[in-house]
């Protein structure tokens, strides 16, 4: 059964793994992730991931919140 995750529990699996192949993949994901962050302007908080069932982590939605246009 694939898990959704978020940002903080993508992190708290790397830190707990000894698969170094899970580990660069998680390394190379957050990596990935830091630059969406940078060239979007958007929070950890934004990002939803899923564990699935193999044992790959994907980035699978992205909450976007529009700014308050009141």
């Known amino acids: 059964m694939n898990s959704k995750l978020t940002y903080e529990q993508v992190v708290q699996l790397l830190a707990k793994s000894e698969s170094d192949e899970f580990i660069q993949q998680v390394i190379i994901l957050l990596a990935f992730t830091h630059e969406i962050i940078d060239q979007e302007a958007l929070n950890k908080q934004d990002f939803v991931f ?21």
């Open 50 to 70: 899923t564990l699935f069932d193999e044992g790959h982590i994907l980035i699978t939605d992205i909450i976007s919140r529009e700014p308050d246009r009141t």
